[in-house]
């Protein structure tokens, strides 16, 4: 896979994200949500840290962790360019693609929506470029979420041992495109790990 295909490929990520996220952030109040179909629903969060809502204490953790950010994703940058340069598989390339894009728009949030929007609240939208400035310093912005699949949210049958009759939920957290781009990738290169590296 060439370097033009790889950086195609970031783009459009990059793209779907921010434009998903930039939609969410300014017509959805904190939390509001619409039911797609049944397991499927748009509810608008915000993240402070990494993934499954994982945070750094204290005033730096937040700084610390988007710093980590930034170096993560220039060794991730740096194993792309190189996977292109050494013509490696077509499969590697792609995840690796996908990889540094789900970084990278998350980055764009830690980082620049901060300074770039008005906060996020229960009852107001937020709007970008606010006239009094946005809710938080540069490399202090939160992470928009939206996206979550719940494939069970009801009473479990009786019958079944120890939790009959209890309420249970299945796949409950809230998450985005760059999210999904990173998994789909660590999901490849997992399933194709024989084509991605293959033995010389």
């Given at each position: 896979m060439s370097l033009k295909k790889s950086i195609l490929?970031?783009?459009?990520?990059?793209?779907?994200?921010q434009i998903t996220k930039i939609y969410i952030k300014t017509h959805f109040t904190l939390h509001d949500s619409v039911e797609v179909f049944g397991w499927f629903r748009i509810i608008?969060?915000?993240?402070?840290?990494?993934?499954?809502?994982?945070?750094?204490p204290g005033n730096y953790g937040k700084l610390i962790l988007t710093l980590f950010r930034v170096v993560a994703i220039t060794g991730i940058g740096y194993w792309l360019y190189d996977s292109v340069r050494k013509n490696s598989p077509t499969i590697l390339t792609f995840c690796i693609a996908l990889i540094f894009a789900g970084?990278?728009?998350n980055i764009i949030d830690s980082i620049f929506y901060g300074i770039l929007f008005s906060e996020s609240t229960l009852v107001e939208i937020a709007s970008f470029l606010p006239e009094g400035g946005g809710y938080?310093?540069?490399?202090?912005?939160?992470v928009v979420d939206m996206i979550q699949f719940t494939f069970y949210d009801d009473i479990l049958p009786?019958?079944?041992?120890?939790?009959?009759?209890?309420?249970?939920?299945?796949?409950?957290?809230?998450?985005?495109?760059?999210d999904s781009a990173?998994?789909?990738?660590?999901?490849?290169?997992?399933?194709?790990?024989?084509?991605?590296?293959?033995?010389k």
């Open positions: 490929v970031i783009i459009l990520v990059l793209l779907i994200d608008f969060v915000e993240n402070k840290g990494m993934a499954w809502g994982f945070e750094l970084a990278f728009g938080e310093s540069i490399f202090y912005g939160k009786d019958w079944i041992p120890f939790m009959g009759g209890k309420h249970f939920s299945f796949f409950d957290p809230v998450f985005n495109i760059a990173i998994s789909i990738g660590v999901f490849l290169l997992i399933v194709f790990n024989k084509k991605a590296f293959p033995k």
